[in-house]
């Protein structure tokens, strides 16, 4: 690997030496051929995931094999969990017991109706961002995740702020910026910003 300096969005997690080592594509110089080579990579795990019902969705093997689809042409690590502590998210050690705990919260909430399909798939995105399973594209995994539920359920997917045409969330840009202030604000479990950007 040629060696640039990795640029990041706000909110997003700095990888360590070692994960930047998992890169598989010995041209890559810059961080915009990065960009390139993970948003086609995506578009592939996307295509993958919503080519048929799932029945097997809420399952730490599906997602993590979603993860893997989504960024495993470009990062050795897709589809598997980190094991080194972030900025944010939970111990590495406590990921397989907090994926699990959300597993079992979101199927309760899907047969018992505990909240509107919109919030349940709000929630579940939330929960997801915060564990921060993966080295890195935790949010792009887990707003596909989102997504997957709600197709599953047979509920349109999220919008995620591209109506508000203030630049994508793969950049410094309003939109972002919205976006993670309703992430934080869930922290807090105040949801209503997160429902508000998630079709807006």
């Known amino acids: 690997m040629t060696d640039f300096k990795l640029e ?3 909110g997003a997690t700095p990888l360590n030496p070692n994960e930047v080592a998992g890169l598989k594509l010995s041209y890559i110089s810059t961080q915009r051929e990065l960009n390139a080579a993970e948003q086609d990579n995506i578009l592939k795990g996307e295509k993958w995931a919503f080519s048929k019902k799932r ?8 997602m993590r094999e979603l993860h893997k ?4 042409y470009v990062w050795r690590w897709a589809g598997t969990y980190r094991t ?3 900025s944010i ?13 959300l597993i079992n919260d979101v199927r ?3 047969t018992y109706q505990t909240y509107p399909i919109d919030e349940i798939a709000a929630r579940f995105h939330h929960r997801l961002v915060w564990i921060h399973p993966f080295p890195n594209g935790n949010g792009r995994w887990a707003r596909a995740m989102a997504d997957v539920l709600l197709v599953n359920l047979a509920e349109p997917r999220f919008t995620w702020g591209a109506k508000s045409e203030t630049g994508t969330l793969g950049e410094h840009s309003q939109t972002r910026a919205n976006y993670i202030r309703a992430l ?10 997160l429902l508000e950007f998630v079709r807006s």
Not at 187 to 193: G, L, M, Q, S
Request: charged letters at 30%; zero cysteines; proline letters at 7%.
């Open 8 to 10: 990041y969005p706000p």
């Open 55 to 62: 029945k097997d969705f809420l399952s730490e093997k599906f």
């Open 69 to 72: 689809k989504m960024f495993g």
């Open 84 to 86: 080194s502590d972030k």
């Open 89 to 101: 998210g939970t111990s590495w050690f406590q990921i397989p017991t907090e994926m699990n705990k």
């Open 108 to 110: 309760y909430w899907i």
């Open 184 to 193: 934080r604000l869930a922290d807090t479990k105040k949801y209503t910003e």
